[in-house]
Nanobody
Framework: QVQLGESGGGLVHSGGSLRLSCTAS????????IAWFRRAPGKQREAVSC????????YYHDSVKERFTISRDNARNTVYLLMNSLEPDDTVAYYC????????????????????WGKGTLVTVSS
């Protein structure tokens, strides 16, 4: 059974760091594009970052460039999102997603391309 499980969320002060984990089961994460999304209340879900299957090409939303880093541990079948210099605006639920029917060479920020989703983990940044 294909599943994605997020962990690592929590409460942190502004300027602090967290590392989110997305552990895949039922498939090899490095064979597919994996992305992190987030959704603030009342807003659409937006792609924060993604990592491509074939060569690890990455994408970052402009708001997190040079603060967040996505990486993959194939032995643990896990994708990480290291979040540094966290700001109160980063306070939202974060979801990982897998594109198990990839149509494009590189991962995408397009939500509709992702076929499987985790349940999310909440990040709260206090000012």
């Amino acid at each position: 059974q294909v599943q994605l499980g997020e962990s690592g969320g929590g409460l942190v002060h502004s300027g602090g760091s967290l590392r989110l984990s997305c552990t895949a089961s039922g498939f090899r994460a490095n064979d597919y594009h994996i992305a992190w999304f987030r959704r603030a209340p009342g807003k659409q879900r937006e792609a924060v970052s993604c990592i491509s299957s074939h060569d690890g090409t990455t994408y970052y939303h402009d708001s997190v460039k040079e603060r967040f880093t996505i990486s993959r541990d194939n032995a643990r079948n896990t994708v990480y999102l290291l979040m540094n210099s966290l700001e109160p605006d980063d306070t939202v639920a974060y979801y990982c997603a897998a594109d198990l029917r990839p149509m494009y060479r590189d991962c995408s920020a397009a939500e509709h391309l992702y076929t499987n989703w985790g349940k999310g983990t909440l990040v709260t940044v206090s000012s």
